[in-house]
């Protein structure tokens, strides 16, 4: 897969990685992330390595200093300096390094000493652009010697930096180790797009503050007029799940019937459509997606359960709901399983119509 984060030092030989947002020496002056390994996609690492060969053979190496930037170091960099020359703002879309698809780097000779180039790193002054104007001969030539091998590996270089190169092809944003309460806009296709239906959870338990994060998405959904006379009960007892899970069972003639054993449970309910109206199924159907994708955004996979809406007056059924104080006009509409992933599902294929209507 050339999509894949690999290690530069896996494909470039001879590389020297000097992270410089790994380490106090950059221009912040603070450890922007946390780690000292440069990784790019595999198909950037590989034109760079086509980079490396080419500048090799002129006695040249590569020295890196910066490649793969989370989104979270991202955001970091712009609250540090947020000018969209040199930094890009995060909430208007991403840098290609938080893509994994540009790379920051300078010339070494074969003994690692840094070639003169215009500016140092960082140096955000017009010099550092690709006019190339107010420098001395040698840091031109140098710089775009490096700009000439770049550009046959089939990167694009960056006009207002001198070190820096995107990869001709586009990546999406990387998505890794997003934690509670990451609020980066743009992510959220990403969330939409990789949340699965999950049937199968591991025994570890989610926090109560957790289920109450994920609960308040669901609260915070759309609903018809803003009634919002829906109901969100979280049952996270797994023996009073399972028990709830037999009587569902014991209905559709189903003794193995178990929600696929979730860790927690959300009763979305709401009233009898011929009291509240066909809103009432609508407005489950927002709450639930909130759910779902605040839950993949903290790691927790879910899974909508459905049997509840055509058993909730079950009489076995609805003293059980009634014990969870859920009021009898109501119907359970869906239900969300919740739980940390034991399998990953790919995603199935989608048949969805979408069109423009030009008429
Ligand atoms: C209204 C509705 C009812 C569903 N009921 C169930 C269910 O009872 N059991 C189940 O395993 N999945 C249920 N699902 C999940 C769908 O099967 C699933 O969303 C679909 O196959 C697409 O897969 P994905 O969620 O991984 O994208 C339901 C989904 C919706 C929207």
């Not at 006695?59 to 300096?81: C, F, M, N, T």
């Not at 903290?298 to 007056?313: A, F, H, P, R, V």
């Amino acid at each position: 897969m050339m999509t894949e984060l690999v290690n530069i030092r896996d494909h470039v030989d001879d590389v020297i990685i000097d992270l410089r947002y790994g380490t106090e020496n950059n221009f912040t002056g603070q450890v922007i992330y946390d780690f000292s390994d440069a990784l790019l996609r595999k198909g950037t690492a590989l034109r760079l390595r086509r980079a490396s060969l080419y500048l090799s053979e002129l006695g040249y190496r590569l020295k890196i200093w910066d490649a793969y930037r989370p989104v979270s170091a991202q955001l970091r960099l712009w609250e540090v300096y947020p000018d969209p020359r040199f930094v890009a703002d995060p909430i208007n879309g991403h840098s290609n390094h938080s893509r994994g698809s540009a790379v920051d780097l300078t010339l070494t000779d074969k003994d690692g000493n840094e070639l003169l180039m215009p500016t140092g790193f960082d140096d955000f002054s017009s010099r550092a652009g690709r006019t190339y104007e107010g420098i001395s001969d040698e840091a031109r030539r140098n710089a775009l010697l490096l700009e000439d091998a770049m550009k046959k590996a089939g990167f694009i270089p960056y006009p207002e930096e001198w070190w820096h190169f995107d990869d001709k092809d586009l990546y999406d944003v990387v998505d890794q180790g997003k934690k509670k309460g990451d609020k980066v806009m743009g992510e959220v296709l990403q969330v939409i797009r990789e949340r699965r239906s999950i049937r199968k959870f591991t025994d570890r338990r989610i926090s109560r503050d957790d289920l109450a994060v994920i609960a308040e998405a669901g609260a915070w959904a759309p609903t018809g007029k803003n009634t919002q006379s829906y109901q969100l009960t979280i049952l996270d007892d797994t023996e009073e799940i399972q028990s709830l899970a037999k009587e569902i069972g014991k209905a559709l003639g189903n003794e193995k019937y178990d929600f696929y054993r979730p860790q927690a449970f959300i009763l979305c309910s709401n009233l009898k459509i011929e009291e509240g109206g066909t809103n009432m199924v609508a407005d489950t159907g927002c709450v639930l997606e909130n759910i779902f994708l605040q839950a993949k955004s903290m790691g927790i996979g879910s899974c909508w359960i459905n049997q509840l809406k055509e058993l909730s007056d079950v009489p076995a059924i609805r003293e059980k709901l009634r014990s969870y104080g859920i009021p009898d006009e109501h119907i359970v509409w869906g239900c969300a399983a919740l739980g940390y992933a034991e399998e990953e599902p790919k995603a199935p294929e989608r048949r969805a119509t979408v069109k423009f209507a030009d008429l």
